[in-house]
């Protein structure tokens, strides 16, 4: 039976927008990954609408769950904003001025431009009695840090700059200097595979299982472009580590041949790694994914250094007339064939004077697909200094999906290409 945690936490997040489905609640999973690293993890989670015995409600559930609760969201200046309010009355507080945060505000409207401050924003001068105010740096509503009988429950805007600009700068410190030695830190690693998938992945982990410190967790994170795992322990830091050493040594077999390191977990910027440690030039040249590859490539900083450029090769005539694909090839073998995706990857070489070039040519569907070539049917090849590798892959899931797996898996053969791991 595994322990429960020393501290407890618990997030309340407030808000209509989030119970409709408008907006994702990014703030509630932001502070589980925080608390968690923190030492402190959420153990359970609400999400309430805008109105005050929703609120009350879930802030007694938590406090009697957890020594630790956050509350995000209703602290704005509008009829709609109750979270203070609501959250006063359930501790059996009353609001009272803040002479200190109330001449902040008419400061930051002055500032402005405003002579007065807005009468809906008198209300943001407004704390539960005994709170303590956690200043807020980027915007106008403040967090608030109130003591109820030993559990702690903390008021923090919805905007989530705001409410992490906060959470890091003042309540973290005062989580450290209230719980100190209580807290357990998560000590953890992520490492990204791509190229297997995640129920194959899971199986050979499995065999080794037994091997892995008994403290340590592991989770598997899949998403359409690879599958990431963590490793993840509450020891102290230095014994963590350690544990962590001993576990990534026993995984590394299994996830080695699948593995690149990447702080951001895109395989793009492993890839540019390589290519800018070789000085070597890059270009793409597509058809069913769409200009989806270049994208990837240029979302990340620093591309220009080492990527020429690319065509979106949809139409046959633009394979031919462009890329210089031979038309017989293309009568003969079809667009979605090995032929042409090795033409389109060696025309985009000598078309952008590029050292590595890449040809992806398939049917992302949901229609056009064949008994011979289904829909998710892929052929992708790559050139190297002309070197050329080929490969083709039936890829599942709707179009979108198609296309995603398509362009990881072009991105892995010229990384393995890269790399020596054919």
């Known amino acids: 039976m595994v322990e429960k945690p020393t501290i407890h936490s618990a997030v309340v997040a407030v808000g209509e927008e989030l119970l409709s489905g408008q907006t994702t609640d990014t703030n509630g999973s932001w502070l589980s990954q925080r608390l968690a690293s923190l030492g402190a993890p959420v153990f359970r989670r609400w999400v309430v609408g805008d109105r005050p015995s929703e609120i009350q409600d879930a802030v007694r559930a938590a406090v009697d769950v957890a020594e630790l609760v956050i509350v995000t969201g209703g602290l704005g200046p509008t009829e709609d904003d109750l979270t203070r309010r609501a959250v006063a009355d359930c501790l059996g507080l009353d609001l009272v001025v803040d002479p200190v945060l109330l001449q902040g505000l008419r400061d930051r409207f002055r500032v402005r431009g405003h002579a007065d401050l807005p009468p809906s924003n008198l209300v943001q001068a407004e704390v539960p009695e005994g709170a303590e105010v956690l200043p807020n740096a980027t915007g106008s509503a403040p967090g608030l840090w109130i003591d109820v009988a030993g559990r702690l429950v903390t008021l923090l805007p919805g905007v989530p700059r705001e409410m992490r600009g906060i959470f890091d700068e003042e309540l973290a410190p005062r989580v450290r200097e209230r719980f100190g030695s209580r807290l357990s830190p998560l000590v953890e690693r992520t490492f990204h595979t791509t190229g297997i998938p995640e129920s194959v992945l899971g199986e050979r982990i499995e065999t080794v299982r037994g091997q892995i410190p008994s403290g340590v967790r592991i989770a598997s994170l899949p998403d359409l472009r690879g599958v990431s795992i963590r490793i993840a322990t509450r020891s102290s830091e230095e014994g963590g580590r350690v544990c962590l050493d001993q576990a990534e040594a026993v995984l590394e077999p299994i996830i080695g041949p699948y593995r690149f390191d990447a702080a951001s977990g895109s395989l793009i910027e492993a890839l540019a790694r390589e290519l800018i440690d070789a000085g070597l ?142």
């Not at 080492?306 to 633009?318: E, I, M, P, Q, W």
């Not at 070039?357 to 002309?386: H, I, N, R």
Request: charged content about 20%; proline content about 2%.
């Open 281 to 422: 030039s890059m270009t793409v040249a597509e058809s069913c994914t769409g200009g989806l590859m270049a994208k990837r490539i240029t979302d990340l900083p620093g591309s220009s250094a080492y990527f020429h450029g690319g065509v979106v090769a949809y139409a046959d005539r633009v394979k031919v007339d462009v890329l210089g694909v031979d038309e017989t090839v293309l009568l003969d073998d079809g667009a979605v064939s090995e032929a042409v995706a090795v033409g389109m990857a060696r025309g985009a070489a000598e078309l952008f004077r590029a050292d590595v070039a890449v040809g992806v040519t398939g049917v992302a569907g949901p229609e056009g697909g064949s008994k011979g070539k289904p829909v998710g049917l892929v052929w992708y090849a790559a050139s190297v200094q002309g070197r050329v590798e080929s490969a083709n892959k039936v890829f599942s899931g709707d179009r979108e999906a198609v296309r995603e797996q398509a362009a990881q898996a072009a991105f892995l053969l010229v990384f393995r290409m890269l790399t020596d791991r054919l």
